[in-house]
């Protein structure tokens, strides 16, 4: 299992998410697992261990080798000389796969080794109008996406990457899932609050795509309407927060609306507990692992029609659904706001939803099936 990125921040998102749930379920089904990722943000790697759980790991320092580029410039050259000595005992090798100098370059050595290998794109692989991401596909992306099967997300994902890469690709159908073990922290962190004023959360990257601002602009609109509603607002920056600050200044620092910076991977559950609603209000979102971590704490969460989770969501009656205007995110939370009986039974089918679609060994089912593909070649 390769990924690019662990930070004490969680700020690699997603990704991580997914590595450490199919690893620890694939480790709890017997299987033998390696974790191996790049990571910053700490002195040592023993730092992060709390993250992969009983999953065997490997970290590697990463570093930014292009100021300015975000992940993309990430580059951990320990994990790429680990892959060259290690990576043919393995009978499949997992890659969370993304433009960045860290699996880029080891998938092309897993390419070059003739070891079997999937691709997971989490939406990351897509047409872009930036000149560097072009001519990398050109190089390199593009032949490395041909080269394995690829664990994609939604028909949307599908058609970006054929955009990127051309029609003929092997796809396997994989959606995120979520393990027992979260389910039981889960439960456990509902039945443990106490009795609150009601609080509605945003916890994502303080990214342009999540939109925090849009966020903030509602929380501020419905913290006059509804004064005891708490609005709390968490993430690493992404380039958001000067934004964020200056709304929040213009408005007098109202003390409903809180910042409260990014959550360690290891608290997220609580984080979460913490919540009435989950918001989150980002555009062409794929299939974002904080919603559906809300949804299994029984959270009713509010999402725009372009998230891949949202005709889940709106078949379920597990949150609301919304376009993606500025008015439509307020009146959403609006509705959960003025109705408790609709949150309770919003909460509830929420749990049903992931019980019965998004549980963990279900999912690994189709990537031990994508597994067997890349290990025959067919």
């Excluded at 017997?30 to 910053?40: L, N």
């Excluded at 708490?230 to 109202?254: M, N, V, W, Y």
């Excluded at 984080?271 to 299994?296: C, H, K, N, Q, R």
């Excluded at 969501?313 to 993606?324: L, M, N, Y």
Aim: hydrophobic fraction near 45%.
């Amino acid at each position: 299992m390769i990924a690019t990125m662990v930070a004490p921040d969680g700020a690699y998102g997603g990704p991580i998410r997914v590595a450490t749930n199919v690893s620890a379920e694939l480790v709890r089904q017997g299987h033998d697992v390696a974790a191996v990722a790049g990571y910053r943000g700490v002195k040592s790697a023993r730092d992060l261990d709390h993250v992969f759980g009983k999953v065997p790991h490997r970290l590697f320092r990463s570093i930014n080798v292009l100021p300015g580029s975000g992940f993309a410039g990430s580059f951990a050259l320990g994990l790429l000389l680990w892959i060259l000595k290690n990576a043919r005992a393995y009978d499949v090798v997992h890659v969370h796969f993304a433009r960045d100098l860290t699996v880029l370059p080891a998938t092309l050595i897993l390419r070059l080794l003739r070891v079997p290998h999937v691709l997971q794109t989490h939406g990351m692989i897509d047409p872009s109008s930036r000149r560097s991401a072009r001519v990398l596909d050109w190089i390199a992306t593009r032949r490395l996406v041909r080269g394995a099967p690829i664990l994609s997300l939604t028909p949307q994902e599908d058609a970006d990457l054929r955009a990127v890469a051309g029609e003929k690709l092997e796809i396997h159908r994989v959606i995120n899932g979520i393990p027992s073990g979260w389910r039981d922290a889960a439960s456990e962190a509902s039945s443990s609050g106490t009795e609150q004023a009601t609080t509605v959360g945003f916890l994502a990257r303080l990214h342009a795509r999540k939109r925090p601002v849009a966020f903030v602009r509602m929380a501020l609109e419905l913290g006059r309407e509804f004064p005891d509603v708490t609005f709390l607002l968490r993430g690493p920056d992404e380039g958001e927060l000067p934004s964020i600050k200056a709304e929040l200044r213009a408005a007098q620092e109202p003390p409903n609306v809180c910042l409260l910076g990014p959550v360690a991977p290891g608290d997220v559950v609580r984080a979460l507990g913490e919540l009435d609603i989950f918001v989150l209000p980002s555009v062409d979102e794929p299939f974002p692992m904080s919603v559906l971590e809300a949804l299994a704490l029984g959270k009713p969460v509010v999402v725009t029609d372009t998230c891949g989770l949202a005709p889940f969501i709106r078949d379920a009656k597990a949150g609301i659904v919304v376009g993606d205007s500025q008015s439509d995110l307020t009146e959403g939370v609006r509705a959960l706001l003025r109705d408790a009986d609709l949150r309770g039974a919003m909460g509830g089918s929420a749990v049903r939803l992931i019980d019965s679609v998004f549980a963990i060994e279900a999912v690994i089912e189709d990537v031990l099936h994508a597994y067997s593909s890349a290990s025959t070649g067919r």
